[in-house]
């Protein structure tokens, strides 16, 4: 098989540039799985979801220290630990304990 140098050239740019692609793509998700000393750290995102409530409850926890945090760079981190033990302990029954009427 016989292939002209400008077309090889033109098909390692290609593959090249997916490799690019592919790497910015794993950086990415490394990024997302931030660790703190070995611990997957979730973000408000990560939390809110898991958890299925609103950011002002997420926000509440955090100032009533029922839910320990992380500030890095600006961004709030939970260890996945601490939301994993907060659930265990606010969790009765199937039904969350808020000490909160507007959270039922």
Do not use: A, C
């Amino acid at each position: 098989m016989y292939i002209e140098r400008t077309e090889f050239i033109s098909w390692m740019e290609r593959i090249m540039e997916r490799f690019d692609i592919l790497k910015d793509s794993i950086v990415k998700k490394q990024l997302h799985n931030t660790e703190i000393d070995g611990e997957q750290l979730l973000d408000n995102q990560d939390v809110l979801q898991l958890l299925r409530i609103s950011s002002r409850s997420l926000q509440r926890y955090r100032s009533d220290k029922k839910l320990p945090y992380y500030k890095i760079s600006g961004k709030l981190y939970y260890k996945k630990s601490d939301v994993d033990q907060f659930i265990r302990n606010n969790l009765h029954n199937g039904v969350w304990i808020t000490g909160k009427d507007d959270d039922k």
